[in-house]
C-alpha cells in the first residue's frame, strides 16, 4: 500500500508541500481503515485533510495530484487556461429546431465524463459549431453557448441553460502567501508567539512528579501538585501613524484588533509615533498623552517582544539628523540625538524585536528603510512575512549589535 501514496507524497515535498513521517504514518493508518471508500476521489479528500495544513498550500495539492496520479504535468495548467482563451469568443449559436434537437441523444453524467477525459487528450485545436470537439456555438455536449440537452459546460458563463454539469466547479482562485492579512488570519499566526511559566497556588496536578514521589514512599500514593502554566506573552506594539501610513491604515487597524484580542498575550502595550520615534510616544493616534522613551524603558523589563509597523519611509534628515529630544521629552535639555539613536536604545533594551512594513522588500533597498533595517529585522507585512517574524520574536536573546 505504501508503495502507491509515498511517491505522492515525495511529489508534494517537490512542491513545497510540508509533509513527512507523520503525515506518512497517519494516511497509512487511514487507508488501512478504509477511509477512502476505494476510490481515487475518496482518496483525494482524505489525502488533502491529512497533508495541507495551510490554505496557501491547497493549489500545490491540487497540483502534485493531478501530476502524480493522472500523468498532467505542471504545464498542463497552460493547456487548461489556453482552452479558456478559445471560449472566451465564441461563435453565435445556431437555432435549432425541435426536430433536430430531439435528435440529440441524451448522454449520463457518468458517460459525460469520460468522453470529456478522451476529448481533453485528443484535441489539439480551437473549435465551433461542430457536434464532438470542446467548442462554441455547436451542438457537441462539451463547450460554451452550444445547444445539447445534457452537455458539459466548460467556462466560466453559458448560453442555453442546458449543461448538467460545470468542468470548473473549483473556481476559487489561488491562494497568495503575499496578500495582506485579515484579523482571522493574525490570530491564527500570533497564536504561535507562546511563552510559558508556572505562577499561582499550585493546583494543578503534577503527573511526573506524583510517580517519582509514590516511587521513593516504597508505593505508598503521595500526590504532588503545582502551579498551571500561564502565558507570559507581553508585547510592546508600536505603530507609525499618519503621512505616508495613512494607505494602510485598515491593514494596521486589523492588527491592532487582532492583538488586542489575542487570548494567548498575557500583557499589550500600545502607542503610536510618525515616521520615527523622537524622544517620546503617544497613547492615542492623535498623538495626545506623550511617554518618555527613556520612561517607559524603564518601566518594561527586556523579555517584553517589540513590535514595530511602519513604512520606515521618511525625510533622512528625519531620521539621522540631530536633535534635543530629551528637551522636546521632559522638557530639559540633553544631548543632541538621531532619531536613529533614538530607535537603537529600543534594539538594544529588548531582547526580542521585529519591524513589520507593509511596502513590498523590494522599496527597502536604499534609503531610510535600509537604514532601519540594520537596526531591526525587518518582515513584509502579509501571511509568510508575519510567520516569519513571529517565528523570530520567539527565539532567544536575538538583540541586533
Not at 491547497?58 to 501530476?67: C, K, N, R, Y
Not at 489575542?262 to 502607542?271: F, G, W
Request: with cysteine; proline share 4%; charged share 25%.
Amino acid at each position: 500500500m505504501s508503495a502507491a501514496f509515498v511517491p505522492f507524497l515525495y511529489e508534494l515535498r517537490a512542491r513545497k508541500v510540508k509533509v513527512g513521517a507523520q503525515e506518512a504514518v497517519a494516511l497509512a493508518k487511514a487507508l488501512s481503515m478504509g477511509l477512502h471508500d476505494s476510490s481515487l476521489d475518496g482518496f483525494y479528500h482524505l489525502a488533502r485533510a491529512i497533508c495541507v495544513h495551510r490554505e496557501s498550500d491547497l493549489d500545490a495539492f491540487d497540483e502534485a495530484f493531478l501530476s502524480h496520479f493522472k500523468g498532467i504535468a505542471g504545464s498542463s495548467l497552460e493547456l487548461v487556461r489556453e482552452l479558456d482563451e478559445w471560449l472566451k469568443d465564441p461563435a453565435n449559436r445556431k437555432e435549432l429546431t425541435p426536430e433536430e434537437l430531439a435528435a440529440i441523444d441524451a448522454i449520463d453524467m457518468e458517460t459525460l465524463k469520460r468522453l470529456f477525459e478522451e476529448r481533453m487528450k485528443e484535441q489539439k485545436e480551437r473549435h465551433q459549431g461542430g457536434n464532438r470537439w470542446i467548442g462554441t456555438g455547436g451542438t457537441s455536449p462539451f463547450g460554451q453557448f452550444g445547444a445539447h440537452p445534457s452537455g458539459l459546460r466548460v467556462g466560466s458563463q453559458g448560453g442555453g441553460r442546458s449543461a448538467m454539469g460545470i468542468a470548473d466547479a473549483r473556481r476559487y482562485k489561488p491562494y497568495r502567501s503575499d496578500l495582506l492579512l485579515d484579523v482571522r488570519q493574525i490570530e491564527v499566526a500570533l497564536r504561535k508567539l507562546r511563552a510559558f511559566q508556572r505562577e499561582g497556588q499550585p493546583d494543578e496536578l503534577d503527573i511526573d512528579g506524583t510517580i517519582d514521589a509514590t516511587a521513593k514512599n516504597a508505593g505508598e500514593l503521595e500526590i504532588v501538585v503545582r502551579p498551571p502554566r500561564k502565558s507570559n506573552v507581553r508585547v510592546l506594539l508600536l505603530m507609525d501613524v499618519g503621512g505616508s501610513m495613512d494607505p494602510f491604515a485598515d491593514t494596521v487597524s486589523r492588527l491592532f484588533s487582532a492583538a488586542k484580542r489575542a487570548s494567548n498575550i498575557r500583557t499589550l502595550k500600545t502607542y503610536y509615533f510618525h515616521n520615527c520615534i523622537y524622544g517620546r510616544l503617544y497613547e492615542t493616534e492623535r498623538f495626545t498623552d506623550p511617554v518618555p522613551v527613556d520612561e517607559l524603558l524603564h518601566d518594561l523589563a527586556a523579555e517584553w517582544k517589540l513590535v514595530l509597523v511602519g513604512d520606515a519611509a521618511m525625510h533622512p534628515a528625519e531620521l539621522l539628523g540631530a536633535g534635543d529630544y530629551e528637551y522636546y521629552a521632559t522638557g530639559h535639555h540633553g544631548p543632541a540625538q538621531t532619531g536613529l539613536s533614538q530607535l537603537q536604545k529600543f534594539a538594544d533594551h529588548f531582547k526580542r524585536a521585529a519591524w513589520l512594513n507593509p511596502d513590498p522588500p523590494s522599496y527597502w533597498r536604499g534609503g531610510t528603510a535600509e537604514q532601519i533595517a540594520r537596526v531591526f529585522p525587518m518582515f513584509h507585512l502579509t501571511l509568510d512575512g508575519l510567520g516569519d517574524a513571529i517565528h523570530h520574536l520567539s527565539k532567544g536573546d536575538v538583540r541586533k549589535r
